[in-house]
């Protein structure tokens, strides 16, 4: 794993593993960027996205070819960005 940014509230990185479990706080958001992984229901390839709401914990195995990840933690939804009602 390599963290490409950290603010404290959310945080960036890259995966390269050959499975992958992580707990779920706050939220995730996944991009595939070569390989691919399944969780088992799913098979996520190069280009997929998935996303991930807080409480939603992730378990995949990591396909024969390897899978680079880019990986967002944190919270889904920022108040500087969504605004209901407005």
């Known amino acids: 794993m ?6 404290g509230h959310e945080q960036v990185q890259w995966e390269r593993e050959a499975g992958l479990r992580l707990d779920n706080p706050d939220g995730l958001e ?3 960027l070569a390989g691919g992984f399944s969780d088992g229901q ?7 996205w998935l ?11 990591v396909g024969q070819d390897g899978a680079k990840v880019w990986l967002k933690a944190g ?3 920022q ?6 009602g407005a």
């Open 75 to 77: 919270p889904l939804l």
């Open 30 to 32: 996944l991009l595939v």
């Open 51 to 61: 996303r991930l709401p807080a409480g939603a914990g992730l378990n995949v195995t």
């Open 42 to 48: 799913e098979t996520f390839e190069a280009q997929s």
């Open 79 to 84: 108040d500087a960005v969504i605004q209901v």
């Open 2 to 7: 390599a963290v490409l940014f950290d603010n």
